[in-house]
């Protein structure tokens, strides 16, 4: 691994404190969260694209624990266990580590790297607190005196109430939202809900027509064949969770398709891109079409950009993307990205966020609390060749 050099840390340490400094300044409670974190929620909650880069080890009573990849897990939990009340509206902020692998054998240089955040808890108006954070980040960023960027913003609850709109069974939306994280898997499921991709038989086709003509109830039949076959569970998956899985493949087969008019929602949804202004008018539109939680999102959405420009942001600058909804799974709504832009024409996401209001209920919280937050790839502000002071 290769480190910094004492250089490199003085200048990490001093963006560091500046841009702690504005959030502190802005009623932030600094932190310090541990570095050695339980490792079930990473690997739960934080979407492929982070489980896969974990440290994970075993300590010597064999519980599973990490590294932590990233610090908006540990200061939900720091809060949860910290805090007075944890329902109050609570602000932290943060700077330290964090680790990840290497996506490569030959790039060492982000194993371990700086990250500065900040976390807003508890109740709040969503809008309001939403462009609070997008202009606290930008506010730290300009105190490192970082210049040269372009911002993206996404909506995930956009996408979640959309499909709420449109009249599909239940385990179509929650595979929708799954594969969301996945262009190609999602083109794929969306092809086949609609017929557009015919139907395989694959090596469960033949145990499904036996399971269609047999009188036995799913989990009987699951047992019924377990025992004919001689074969024996798959250890972590019950009779119950196969036989209701097949069930649900079953229903599929019998379930008429998603209509043309409804992909084509989802797709005209999909395509949105422009400035987030002109999106509100495009969302309005696609919203007219629709009967059911489409409609207030487009609301809650408008509202913020509201609340961004009365935030004094240049939000007619940024670009707002349906598709964009960053590479951590446990988001809800809004996401934001700050990508700067390098003098060999290539980009580098220096900062990101957005609204996950279910993490602490999900971690160990007794009811849900609104949560959002941001952070900043502090090591990506200092390189070797350009050490901001």
Same mark, same amino acid.
């Given at each position: ?36 974190? !339980? ?27 990490? %590294?932590?990849?990233? %610090?908006?897990? !540990? ?7 910290? /805090? ?37 808890? =508890? /109740? =709040? ?28 913003? =996404? ?87 196969? /036989? ?11 379930? !008429? ?7 084509? %929602? ?29 409609? !207030? ?93």
């Amino acid at each position: 691994m290769t480190g910094k050099s004492s250089t490199q840390r003085r200048a990490t340490d001093a963006l560091n404190a500046s841009m702690t400094k504005v959030f502190e300044a802005a009623g932030a409670e600094y932190i310090e969260p541990d570095i050695i974190q !339980p490792a079930d929620v990473f690997l739960e909650r934080s979407g492929e694209h982070i489980r896969s880069r974990t440290y994970v080890f075993a300590d010597p009573s064999g519980a599973q624990l990490c %590294l932590r990849p990233d %610090l908006t897990v !540990p200061a939900c939990r720091y809060h949860l266990e910290q /805090a007075g009340d944890v329902m109050a509206a609570t602000r932290y902020c943060y700077a330290g580590k964090a680790f990840r692998h290497s996506k490569t054998a030959a790039d060492t240089s982000l194993r371990e790297f700086d990250q500065v955040g900040l976390e807003l808890f =508890g /109740a =709040g108006t969503v809008a309001d607190d939403d462009a609070e954070t997008l202009a606290l980040t930008l506010a730290a960023l300009d105190a490192a005196n970082v210049s040269g960027y372009s911002i993206q913003l =996404g909506d995930l609850g956009l996408f979640t109430a959309l499909l709420s709109s449109i009249d599909m069974p239940e385990r179509w939306r929650t595979s929708l939202k799954r594969q969301f994280w996945r262009p190609r898997a999602f083109r794929d499921l969306l092809n086949r809900l609609t017929g557009k991709t015919p139907k395989a038989r694959t090596s469960i086709s033949d145990l499904l027509d036996e399971m269609a003509s047999s009188s036995l109830d799913a989990v009987s039949f699951v047992e019924h064949r377990l025992e004919a076959d001689g074969l024996e569970m798959i250890a972590g998956r019950s009779i119950e969770q196969v /036989a209701g899985r097949l069930s649900e493949k079953l229903d599929d087969r019998s379930e !008429p398709a998603l209509s043309a008019e409804h992909a084509e %929602l989802i797709d005209d949804y999909l395509s949105t891109r422009c400035a987030p202004p002109l999106a509100v008018a495009k969302l309005r539109q696609l919203a007219a079409k629709t009967n059911g939680e489409f409609a !207030p999102a487009v609301d809650l959405f408008e509202a913020r950009v509201e609340a961004i420009q009365k935030a004094g942001l240049a939000i007619a600058d940024m670009e707002f993307a349906a598709v964009f909804g960053r590479s951590l799974e446990y988001y809800t709504g809004f996401v934001f990205q700050i990508d700067r832009h390098l003098p060999d024409g290539a980009s580098d996401t220096i900062a990101g966020g957005g609204r996950y209001d279910t993490m602490l209920k999900d971690i160990g919280a007794d009811a849900m609390i609104p949560a959002v937050g941001c952070a900043i790839y502090a090591s990506r502000l200092v390189s070797a060749d350009e050490v901001t002071p």
